[in-house]
């Protein structure tokens, strides 16, 4: 079997918090019926639950506020919706300034990763609940667009991020060995059992497990996964 390594983007990657703090400041920024009071630490505590941007209104409204453990339940409604599209358009305009992938700065991880990610593209995809653009800009600016990414677009349409790698064949067995990489543990939870290396970066937005991996320990896995799967193939050939 091959080898397929899906990552995370955000906590993982990216640092991409303040990113998307300074997102949700400008979409807000002295509007009626948005708090004006979100300080950043308030932000990343409310950031461990999100999975799309219109959950940030539960957070920004003042009338809809919703408790942080509430959130993945409630259903999004149109004033949600608004919020999302306000959100995206603030993102576009920071976006407009080429230099603005330097408020969202690499993990030293990722330096270590890109060489690998560049060689062996086809053994790599990203899995994000970001939106599909604003992460192919990111990995351009630092010259690393060359795998296939899948963001919130993909999970809007298929359900969850669990549903897009189904779409992908990555849960078929016996058709790969796959490593899915996240820094939040409810995003890793669906894939127990459905992948065969669920693994929870440690240095990203949650909090750490016993299980959690450095840096180096990932590292480890990932190039031994790929000698091994290149000493099989060649062995075939």
């Not at 351009?140 to 189904?166: C, N, T, W, Y």
């Not at 290396?197 to 190039?223: C, E, K, R």
Request: proline content about 5%; some cysteine.
């Amino acid at each position: 079997m091959d080898v397929k390594f899906v990552l995370d983007f955000d906590g993982v990657l990216f640092n991409s918090a303040y990113e998307a703090y300074s997102v949700a400041e400008k979409c807000t920024k002295g509007r009626e019926g948005f708090r004006q009071d979100i300080e950043y630490e308030e932000f990343l505590e409310f950031r461990k639950v999100v999975t799309d941007a219109w959950q940030y209104n539960r957070l920004y409204s003042v009338t809809r506020y919703t408790q942080p453990a509430a959130v993945p339940m409630i259903k999004p409604i149109d004033e949600d919706w608004d919020f999302a599209k306000a959100f995206f358009a603030a993102r576009e305009e920071i976006m407009a300034d080429p230099e603005w992938p330097k408020v969202m700065p690499v993990y030293d991880f990722f330096l270590r990763l890109k060489p690998l990610l560049v060689e062996n593209r086809d053994k790599f995809a990203i899995l994000s609940t970001r939106n599909v653009k604003s992460i192919r800009e990111a990995l351009a600016f630092h010259d690393a667009d060359v795998v296939p990414v899948f963001g919130q677009e993909d999970i809007r349409m298929h359900g969850s991020k669990l549903a897009v790698a189904q779409s992908q064949g990555w849960c078929e067995k016996g058709r790969y060995i796959v490593v899915y990489l996240d820094d939040m543990n409810s995003h890793l939870e669906p894939f127990e059992g459905q992948v065969h290396l669920p693994l929870h970066a440690d240095w990203g937005y949650d909090d750490n497990t016993p299980g959690s991996l450095t840096a180096n320990q990932v590292m480890t896995i990932f190039t031994s996964l790929l000698a091994l799967t290149k000493e099989k193939h060649d062995e075939k050939a």
